[in-house]
């Protein structure tokens, strides 16, 4: 689950950084879903999860990947 965590506040961290500057309502938005999902993840990790093997974090990033360029293109 920290792992899932972590790779979407990464995928959030991309939408700020495509967000225009003066859309202060959806920067808020998507800055608060980023700390929800920071604060998910140390939450798993100090309830004992522990790191996936690259291998396992690579595949959940490349199924990432293409669930959402799939969810672009429907």
Do not use: N
């Amino acid at each position: 689950m920290a792992e899932t965590e972590r790779q979407v506040e990464q995928h959030l961290l991309g939408h700020l950084d495509r967000l225009p500057a003066h859309d202060h309502a959806s920067r808020a938005i998507v800055a608060q879903m980023k700390e929800d999902e920071r604060a998910h993840g140390l939450a798993a990790t100090a309830l004992g999860g522990s790191e996936l093997p690259a291998p396992v974090r690579i595949a959940m990033r490349l199924a990432a990947r293409v669930m959402t360029t799939t969810a672009y293109y429907l």
